[in-house]
């Protein structure tokens, strides 16, 4: 973070704020220090923003940046590059690492990472158990308290599968109004799953991962969360099932939100026929009927954020068999446009809508208070400017990432972010960190 | 058809009528003293194992040294996806070798596909078997023996009996089957068979007894006892009794109908003794047969001019 040195002030020109009306926006001192038709000031860095929208700067809440322990596939570093680039402004580190980010220690370390690359927050996940390993409770209140002020925690990778632990870990982060991100995978219902099961996965003669078990431990857990009065988010939701399930929760008053993958909004398991890794992911690749529920339950509000998953993996980990191949695909710099691919070219939701869900949405989950705000005089100044009508061809060799394990390597799409402002720094533009 | 034999499923009727026709013709080669035929001198055939497979590996080994290949076999135990060396390396290292076809068993769905369509290696790629998925070679040799007992495939019956959801075999033999015209009805307990059977070219049944009468073809599956310990079926007994073929279930078959079995069987499992040894089991014939159509795919696949699937036999070296 630039801390105290002085940064230049930008003077964005011609803004569509949201999708709507242009604006102008003037950008001092981390906040947007007016908002007006034609606004002017002497020495400010101007930038054309005519034919570009401004949101407020995505929020990321499942974000896999590898450090400490996987620097090969990701670090802190090159993850919030990626991020910057993609247009965020803030990420939730999974607690997945070697360590495992289970107690303040590690939960700091990552912090301290992301505040001296200073290209988004970084906001790291604790995990609810120990080792992930789901036997005891890791010390959340310690994490919650340390610097790095942890509010999500999720054992993410790995389902709290224990019912008693699941309803404990639920109570437990009321205290310091945590919420935790639950992994749905019933794992005697996946063992040696490979792929979404269904008339693919019988064909290929993969291993078939049922959507029942995804849907069963959602079903148990709104109850458990409606039973302790305790607030459940539920990461990467890839079923029908999954949505009808949260849409009755939500019904019922529990407090419960959802997120979901550009991936699972665009892609079918059809695409595993090419036996390709760079389409194996957890959960799986569902079926159009999935695909299109899913659609529809962000349209609606069920489901009330798009989560990049982010999984950087090694070359080496991707370029082999199907079944020896790792679970995962990098989607910080292709999330905003895989995202209005889905919803706006589809017409489900407007400009507005995707700020809700990418931004605003998962700021107030995650508890942040400078991140998805409204692009108003005062607020924060993050924010990104997206082009609408880019058209280029996914290229994971120019990605700042790390890892080149894209679902969408060759994918034509339009929508680009073009540049990420941080609290009144520009961090990304056209592609490069700056 | 491309270079490779990867599926079943991607075999017109028309190439695998000409696999068949082919294995005709070089199966007369397995009848002459000396079994041999100039026809892939100089070529390089890798026996490429990564899940043990005696009965399989040699019978592309005999097949490709009746056709003067140079036979290589790489057996790479255990698995690729153990630590140790990746596919792709092994793939680069038989490329370095100047292999002109790649035989490949491998205990992962996919991974003659992923080999096939990696650019790591030139040459064709024949699929021996991957993980729960297709055996295509495995498939034809069953179709040549039915057609030998049946005279053709066209609108015969074959029911294919046992644990279709983990059976390569079963696959293979849905997708060529239906290609050369046969019905196929799978009989299985449901815990069985896979997710999405319904939508498979062919049709299923779980009560053994009710598709006996119809049945040209009895194939029965090998089933692995630890099956048991999954819950798939509670015991060997029980599912003996209701799935196995015994002399009972056989004499109910219609005369002229076979028994197969891709081997090794189990029995007093899936297969009594009495019904293995019966003179209507085709078993050992259909090793036999291994041989003549793996020869065929083989020469079909390398000695074409463009290795395509297309080649003619050349008249003086089999028209015998």
Redesign the interface.
Known sequence: MSGGERQPRFLIKGASILGKEPADLLLSDGVIAEVGKSVSAAGAEEVDAFGLIALPGLVDLHTHLREPGREDAETVASGSAAAAVGGYTAVHAMANTEPVADTAGVVEQVWHLGRRTGLCDVYPVGAVTVGLAGQELAELGAMAESAAQVTVFSDDGHCVSDAVLMRRALEYVKAFDGVVAQHAQEPRLTEGAQMNEGPVSGVLGLGGWPAVAEESIIARDVLLAGHVGSRLHVCHVSTAGSVEILRWAKGKGIAVSAEVTPHHLLLTDEMVRTYDPRYKVNPPLRTQEDVDALRQGLADGVIDAIATDHAPHSLEDKDCEWEAAAMGMVGLETALAAAACAMIESELLDWAGLADRMSVRPAQIGRLTDQGRPLDAGEPANLVLIDPRARYVVDPTEFASRSRNSSFVGTEFRARPVATFLRGSLTAQDGKVC | MTRHLLSAGDLSPDDATLILDTADELARISDRPVKKLPTLRGRTVVNLFFEDSTRTRISFEAAAKRLSADVINFSAKGS??SKGE???DTALTLEAMGADAVVIR??????P???A?SGWIGGSVVNAG?????HPTQALLDAFTMRRHLTSLDGRSVVVVGDVLHS?VA?SNVLLLRTLGAKVTLVAPPTLL????E??PCEYSYDFDSVLRGADAVMMLRVQRERMNAAFFPSVREYSRRYGLDAERMRRLPEHAIVMHPGPMNRGLEITAEVADSPRAVIVEQVKNGVSVRMAVLYLLLSGSDSALTGQLVPEEVAL
């Open positions: 690729s996806v990746s596919l792709k491998h205990s992962a769905s996919g991974a596909h992923t080999l369509h991957d993980g729960t998925h297709e390569r696959r896979p997710v999405g059977v939508q498979w």
